[in-house]
């Protein structure tokens, strides 16, 4: 890899004792590989794996193996992560005791939004938001992945979800950055570096925060991140939300062992992965609290466009397809029945009444076809799936991949809809006409490659 003479010096100028260590281990070294277990789905870690230091759900592994070919990937028990992103778990650990609004600006393709679900005190709530369009889908189908309740998906400028004045305790902004801290992993990311671009990143993270700050509560948390090495899109960004809007840092407590570097040049606390240092790719995050002897002015609730509890007939089985079903409010959005957990329902009114683009708000529970309810994949990967109320075929693992490739199957199983599952682990959904089972995969999450490996992956 060759790196920008510019680039070079930019490191030497900002680390000049160990800015050449930097440099090769860029230049030089392969990316670490790690993942991070869904604590809601899976209590199996990785035979043998190194721990994750800051995040007891992460592991190292030694090798990328192909997670596609995974089922137990698939089905989100667990989710591939860099090391050091998992850091805002220990954050969100350390500074969050109690249920919380939580958004994730930025949050695609979901690895934080993810963490967060995992690391949040539970009665939370979290908004994870994207707005790139594309982008934004793959966010929503990790999050369906993930299996929890208790993430909307939205797809927004930060400068609407502003207009939510004093409406969130949390929020993360992993923000646009120069991308420095991927350039072992990304060979774009070493292409389009330049000065002119870290002026560009910086110029438009100033413009995110300030557009998202009205949306943050009085003494509320911003944990603010980018994967780029410069302090002006790092510690200079921090100094100016301190200035700018009178925010104080917080400091999380952190193992000496772990080798994080603290900020640079800067009053402020700071966290510096570095990937000479820790096992990881590069990293900054800081944490700041927003004054408290501001006023309250939560936006006021208008009534909500398109939600509505009225159900069609052919929808009333769904109820029972959940656990705990009192706990959610059904509605049809579009032919289709989606549950919302009833605690979420007040922010969700808020969203839309908004005006925002909101792409998920609970558990799709099937689409409405003619007389029938077709269930839907976010049901079948849902904790909440109540499997008492449902036909399930366990397949061999040859079956589960053709099923993942948008493949027919032979099952031996009641006619209807039946869940596959390999090893009691979800796959998906058949129609089962008994000659044959017509698979319900949708087209846009189907495997592309042909292959199908003699054996799993072996993550788990």
Not at 60 to 67: E, S
Not at 152 to 165: I, K, Q, Y
Not at 242 to 252: K, L, M, P, T
Request: aromatic share 8%.
């Amino acid at each position: 890899m060759t790196l920008s003479p510019q680039f070079t010096q930019q490191i030497m100028d900002l680390m000049p004792q160990d800015g050449q260590q930097l440099i090769d281990t860029i230049a030089q070294s392969e990316p670490s590989i790690s993942i991070r277990l869904n604590d809601a789905k899976c209590t199996t870690s990785p035979a043998g794996a190194p721990q994750v230091p800051w995040c007891p759900l992460g592991f190292y592994l030694d090798n990328r193996p192909q997670f596609t070919f995974d089922t137990r990937f698939q089905a989100g028990l667990y989710y591939v992560q860099d090391a050091s992103s998992m850091f805002l778990w220990h954050v969100i650990k350390a500074l969050v005791k109690q249920p919380v609004r939580y958004l994730d600006l930025c949050a695609a393709p979901g690895g934080k939004t993810t963490a967060a679900l995992s690391a949040l005190p539970q009665g939370s709530l979290v908004v994870a938001n994207e707005i790139v369009p594309n982008r934004a889908r793959t966010l929503r189908d990790n999050v369906i992945k993930w299996g929890s309740h208790n993430c909307l998906v939205t797809s927004n400028d930060p400068a609407a979800l502003g207009r939510l004045t004093h409406t969130f305790d949390v929020i993360a902004a992993d923000v646009p950055c120069s991308g420095e801290g991927m350039m072992r992993k990304d060979d774009e990311a070493v292409a389009q570096w330049s000065p002119q671009l870290v002026k560009q990143c910086a110029a438009r993270q100033r413009d995110i925060i300030a557009d998202v700050w009205p949306a943050l509560k009085p003494g509320g948390l911003l944990i603010y991140s980018t994967c780029t090495y410069n302090r002006e899109e790092n510690e200079e960004m921090i100094d100016w939300i301190a200035r700018e809007f009178g925010a104080r840092s917080v400091s999380v407590a952190i193992d000496e062992a772990w080798h994080i570097a603290p900020a640079i040049a800067s009053t402020h606390t700071a966290y510096r992965f570095l990937p000479h240092r820790t096992r990881g790719e590069g990293l900054f995050m800081a944490v700041l609290q927003k004054p408290d002897d501001q006023p309250l002015s939560p936006f006021k609730n208008k009534k909500p466009k398109s939600l509505s509890t009225k159900l069609p007939p052919s929808a009333t089985q769904a109820r029972q397809w959940l656990r705990q079903p009192e706990q959610f409010m059904l509605t049809d959005i579009e032919g289709n029945i989606v549950a919302t957990h009833t605690s979420a329902v007040p922010l969700l009114e808020l969203l839309r009444a908004a005006g925002l683009n909101v792409l998920l708000s609970g558990i799709t529970l099937g689409s409405i076809k003619g007389k029938n309810l077709i269930p839907d994949r976010a049901l079948a990967l849902s904790t909440y799936l109540n499997y008492e109320a449902i036909n399930t075929a366990d397949v061999d693992y040859a079956t589960a991949i053709r099923y993942l490739q948008g493949q027919s199957v032979n099952i031996e199983a009641p006619r209807g809809f039946v869940l596959l599952t390999h090893e009691s682990v979800p796959v998906g959904w058949v129609h089962n006409l008994g000659n044959r089972a017509n698979n319900l995969l949708p087209k846009a999450l189907r495997i592309i490659n042909p292959h199908t490996p003699s054996c799993p992956p072996q993550v788990l």
